[in-house]
């Protein structure tokens, strides 16, 4: 049977991932104007994210503005947004699902084989939302590096990477990993085979009664 300890401690990370998820979604530090180059304006920064756009001041004054308009975004933006929020709801199941087939919980206490196979699912949706975060993070940053060294982008027109990408990655690294170790009960269900025991059978020579 697979270590109820171990099966706690994905789930601990799998919760943490999907808080991860769920600040990365939010922050507005997607994307961060560069500094590279030697004409460049460093009175303010740029911030871009998800769902808004954010200028601070070398004052330390910040000013934020949402999209105006949903169908002008960049398609790596649009993308980013429907696999993170994607990602927040599957785990969110996955929390739930997880929760019933867990050892330390009493749901499904009379069946053994059932209760695995809820924690499996549970495991198997975490892993399903980790990969899809980490598709989206990694799409855009991808478009990040490629317009960075684009020679043809302006140099004040460059940006880096966000904290919200670093956020991001580390959150599907916990999800994916805590997924995997909800999904250790996979083998637990051969493990846990009971056989009947071998029925008597009469002496040689004798006759049943």
Known sequence: MANGGLQLLGYTLAFFGLVGLIASTA???????????????????????LWQTCVTQSTGQM??????????????VQGARGLMITSILLS???????????????????????????????GVLFIIAGVLALVATSWYGENIRRKFFDPFTPTNSR???????????????????????????????????????????????????
């Open 63 to 76: 000013q934020c503005k949402v999209y105006d308009s949903l169908l002008q975004l960049p398609g790596e």
């Open 92 to 122: 969110s199941v996955a929390l739930l699902v997880a929760a019933v087939g867990m050892k330390c919980t009493t749901c499904l206490a009379d069946d053994k084989q059932q209760k695995n196979k809820v924690a499996l699912a549970g």
């Open 27 to 49: 922050m507005s530090e997607w994307k961060m104007s560069s500094y590279a180059g030697d004409n460049i304006i460093t009175a303010q920064a740029m911030y871009e994210g």
């Open 159 to 209: 940006y880096e990477f966000g904290k919200a990408l670093y956020v991001g990655w580390g959150a599907s690294a916990l999800t994916l990993i805590g997924g995997s170790m909800l999904c250790c009960n996979c083998g637990s269900k051969a493990a846990g085979k009971s056989y009947p025991a071998p029925r008597a059978t009469a002496p040689p020579g004798k006759d049943r009664v």
